[in-house]
């Protein structure tokens, strides 16, 4: 009688995933593993303290989105257990769910189903000189040896700081983790702002989040270049790789110039570059209070936020593809080009089908979430709109008011990180596409522009 339940419900269950959209699928996969870590951070036994069913619902979104944003201490409110579920929660969602499921086939079986592929493509933007077998491997791999260098890194650090043996090897492994995924969880309550001025600490943070965040698309081009399969790496990893460095260099010299709250510590150089890195790349750590910075460099993390780092990485945000895509279709524009072309390339029109979508999509859910937290909330508009940003882009970074956040304020920013994780295209994809196509025939007509 039990084999026969569990044969219906797996029979139930495939006719279901398979009479739904891939972009559908990865929402209903994402949702699943937020309401059983929030399942698990509900259970008492995992606590420390006292725990809101709002605030383990927060977390539990926070960590699989890779966000890092929090309403409660997770040192202080979690056990070593709970922390472990955390953990887990932000390595499931920083290499994406599906990532593990299609590893575990082609290490079992040694191939991939049409379903498998087609999720994959859904959850990972690849361009086509990148094979899904690849790419898979890739991220397995250089995800296990960046962790474990990053932990035993860390563990080095931690040690020449007197931490007790005990606790700097569960440190190193977590933060480890949170930094490789992006997560921007910590079990330190000020982030890593006691650690402002040490230089391995910074390096370790900087070297694991910035190493997420380029993408695996980077990691596996790089390897078809060394291992001789490509004789050079293709389009996407170049734009990926300048644009990373041109923001990157901008945004510190920036901070390094204009900041008084950096100028004042000993390491201004280390520290513009490490802000400007953390919201690149949206791993969410700050070695400085983010509360304190002037408006203008509030605006200038927002827009790093906003932009983000590489597809098909940990990291979040707009992403620096479609900025390229975007500044192209401009430039074609206005030097009265026919063809959509960056760096002497011509760009797919579908490519910028997508760009354009990401870019309007993403735009108008920092505006509407804006302007219903500023109905909700009483902060101020560059606290409103900066925790919008952070949200959506999975960065982690707040200017101290999350905590704060009336119950509504944290449902909003809950979903906001949610479709920052899924991904804002892949979500309206899930929520409107049409699995029967209309034969209706439309009439084409003029629009002024």
């Known amino acids: 009688m039990r084999n026969n339940f569990y044969d219906r419900i797996i029979r139930w269950y495939r006719k279901f995933k398979v009479s739904k959209s891939p972009q559908m699928n990865l929402v209903w996969g994402f949702f699943v593993y937020t309401l ?3 399942g698990l951070l509900s259970i008492p036994l995992f606590h420390k303290t006292n725990i809101g069913i709002l605030d383990s619902l927060f977390i539990s979104t926070s960590a699989i989105s890779t966000t890092g944003l929090v309403t409660i201490s997770v040192f202080d409110s979690y056990n070593f257990f709970g922390q472990l579920i955390i953990m887990l929660l932000f390595q499931i969602g920083g290499i994406g769910y599906m990532t593990l499921t299609t590893y ?18 859904a959850e990972f933007t690849l361009p086509q000189t990148i094979k899904i077998r690849d790419f898979i491997k890739s991220v397995i791999v250089f995800t296990i040896v960046m962790e474990t260098l990053g932990a035993i890194a860390f563990y080095i650090a931690f040690t020449q700081t007197d931490m007790e043996n005990a606790q700097a090897i569960w440190f190193s492994i977590f933060h480890s983790v949170s930094a490789f995924c992006t997560a921007g969880f910590g079990l330190f309550n000020d982030s890593f702002v006691g650690y402002q001025d040490n230089t391995l600490i910074n390096t370790i943070i900087s070297v694991l989040a910035i190493a997420g965040s380029l993408g695996f698309i980077v990691i596996t081009d790089l390897w078809y270049r060394v291992t001789g399969k490509s004789k ?9 790789v300048y644009g990373f460095l041109v923001l990157l260099s901008f945004g510190t010299l920036l901070m390094y110039t204009t900041s008084p709250l950096i100028n004042q510590g000993s390491h201004t150089l280390m520290t513009s570059f490490f802000q400007t ?4 790349t949206t791993v969410g750590f700050n070695t400085i209070s983010t509360g304190e910075l ?7 993390v927002i827009f790093l936020m906003y932009i983000g780092a590489s597809p098909s990485g940990t990291a979040g945000g707009m992403k620096i593809t479609t900025l390229t895509a975007m500044l192209s279709v401009l430039k074609s524009r206005l030097f009265g080009q026919k063809r959509i072309t960056f ?30 937290l500023s109905y909700s909330e009483d902060f101020q508009f560059d606290q409103i709109l900066f925790e919008v940003a952070s949200s959506l ?24 990180m949610f479709v920052g994780r899924v991904g804002v295209l892949t979500f309206g994809f899930a929520l409107l596409e049409r699995r029967q196509k209309t034969s209706e025939k439309i009439a084409e007509d003029d629009l002024a522009v």
């Not at 890195?277 to 690149?280: C, F, N, R, W």
């Not at 089908?353 to 735009?363: G, I, R, W």
């Not at 970074?397 to 809950?414: C, E, F, H, N, V």
């Open 393 to 416: 882009g999975t960065v982690g970074l707040s200017t101290g008011i999350t905590g704060d956040l009336s119950s509504i304020g944290k449902l909003l920013i809950i979903i906001l």
């Open 104 to 121: 575990y086939l082609l290490f079992t079986t040694n191939r991939i189903t049409h379903w498998h592929s087609k999720l994959i493509g």
């Open 36 to 38: 059983i870590g929030f």
């Open 277 to 280: 890195m953390t919201a690149m």
């Open 343 to 372: 760096l002497h390339r011509a760009i797919p029109f579908e490519r910028l089908y997508v760009a354009t979508s990401t870019f309007m999509l993403y735009t108008s859910l920092i505006f509407l979430f804006s302007f219903l």
């Open 232 to 240: 050079s790496v293709s389009f996407t990893t170049k734009i990926i």
């Open 294 to 300: 002037t408006l203008p460099l509030l605006l200038l």
